[in-house]
């Protein structure tokens, strides 16, 4: 089974295109416009990674990725943006992403976040089934 993957950004064609590179990668992925709609996804499945767009209308990425680690504190969660700023990304980094991307994307750097935050969220969840005994 892919492993899933939710973008939620407010461009539908960034969506598509991030749909269309991540099938070649061998994700399955989902694409929502905005923040109210991804939290719905995710209440319904479970994401190995999200891509979140940060500047959006209505809740901004920063305020949508703080409701998704309330949801699920393990969320991988990639931020991207255009507007890349010191404050943004410290901003981001402090409340719980992952790492950030770029706009405009690079395809080779997608595939290797995207995979190295899978792998992160799979070690995530062996932990937890897991715990070191004391």
């Known amino acids: 089974m892919a492993e ?8 539908e064609e960034v969506g598509e295109t991030l749909k269309e ?10 694409y929502c ?12 499945d479970d994401y190995s990674v999200i891509l979140l767009d940060i500047k959006m209308p209505g ?9 998704i680690k309330i949801a699920d504190p393990a969320a991988a ?22 790492d950030y991307l770029l706009k405009p994307f690079n395809i080779e750097k997608i595939q290797f976040l995207v995979d190295r935050a899978s792998s992160y969220r799979k070690l ?3 932990s937890k089934k897991n715990p070191k005994k004391a």
Request: hydrophobic letters at 40%.
């Open 4 to 11: 899933k993957v939710l973008i939620i950004d407010d461009q």
């Open 21 to 30: 590179w991540l099938s070649k990668f061998g994700y399955e992925s989902t």
């Open 33 to 44: 416009a905005d923040g109210k709609e991804g939290l719905a996804a995710m209440a319904k």
């Open 59 to 67: 809740d901004d990425g920063i305020t949508v990725l703080k409701k």
């Open 77 to 98: 969660v990639i931020l991207m943006t255009a507007y890349p700023s010191d404050d943004t990304i410290t901003t981001a980094l402090s409340s719980g992403a992952y």
């Open 124 to 126: 995530l969840k062996v």
